[in-house]
């Protein structure tokens, strides 16, 4: 099978899928699995990997859910799907509904959601439709129009969004060649732990893994509706993406939590941005602010002596691209030097000379 014949083709078998389920890719899925250097040393743990889900096509996890999403779309004859996002599921709808040739109309909150993102739903031709309130709003208002108007939620209220999702989990075991002991996973809507969960259990049922991993879930901890156990209103933080007061798939992301033994906790934007800072310029990867959530939430659950990972083996999703969210980096990053266009400016502000 060729390297990026996408999650439908690879894992079909796995999947809600029919003879008349159109097998459509962008190429998504088959994400690299890289060992972590100096984060590993830090955590003390056997070894840490980074999922890098920003290497799908449109940059984050979420083509493994679209993917099937639009082929069941297409399949049921839909002409067109709506989804509420933070960003990433509007990218990725409106790029595979671009692909299938259906029209995708995307609602996203008002200056929340960054620069990449939009830029992303735009161009693929999706209808953008700024709200003035919170995603949990959006999310509302898609469930009402979905009851009035002939069109497909792509959000992961959608089943076939999870079950896509669920593909990294196999990816993870196939190349590690068995579960990790340890999944820690930003939680926004908490689709993807769910969805994870799903897939490691289904794998470990087939005899593909031998053990289940601990899933440790991290909210932003002023958007942390599951570990304060109630509905937050007015969530907070500069993790855009994660920015959700009242996520759809809470019970499950409880149940994925209760069952695998692990931990939702949440992390402060201060934890989050050192670890995406970390991240960048300790190793080299790019990842966005609500991805690093993952890292900071590790990090923290180590240092408060709560997780030993000695002996164990720790996989961190890094669930988007650090490019969706140009504007966070140009905050944090060092600044630029500006000189004359002279090799003696140059080396004068470098200090060489
Ligand atoms: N990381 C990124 C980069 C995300 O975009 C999201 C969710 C999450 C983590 C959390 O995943 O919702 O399954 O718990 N983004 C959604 C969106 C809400 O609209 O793009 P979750």
Known sequence: MSAHAGILRRYGAYLPITEATPLISLGEGDTPLVPSTRIARELGCAALYFKLEGCNPTGSFKDRGMVLAIAK??????????CASTGNTSAAA????????????VLVPASYVALGKLAQAMIYGARVVVVDGNFDQALDIVRELAVRHPLTIVNSINPYRLEGQKTAAF???????????VLAIPVGNAGNITAYWRGFREYHALGRATRLPRMLGFEAAGAAPIVRGEVVRYPDTIATAIRIGNPASWQAAVQARDESGGVIDCVTDEEILEAYCLLASGEGIFAEPASAASVAGLRKLVREGRLDLRDQIAVCVLTGSGLKDPDRAMKVAASVIEVPPTASAVEAALGWR
């Open 94 to 105: 409106a790029a595979y509904a671009a692909r299938a040739n259906l029209e995708a109309v």
């Open 171 to 181: 990816e993870v075991c196939d190349v590690l060649g068995d579960a990790p002991h």
């Open 73 to 82: 779309a297409l399949e049921e004859g839909s002409r067109a799907v709506l």
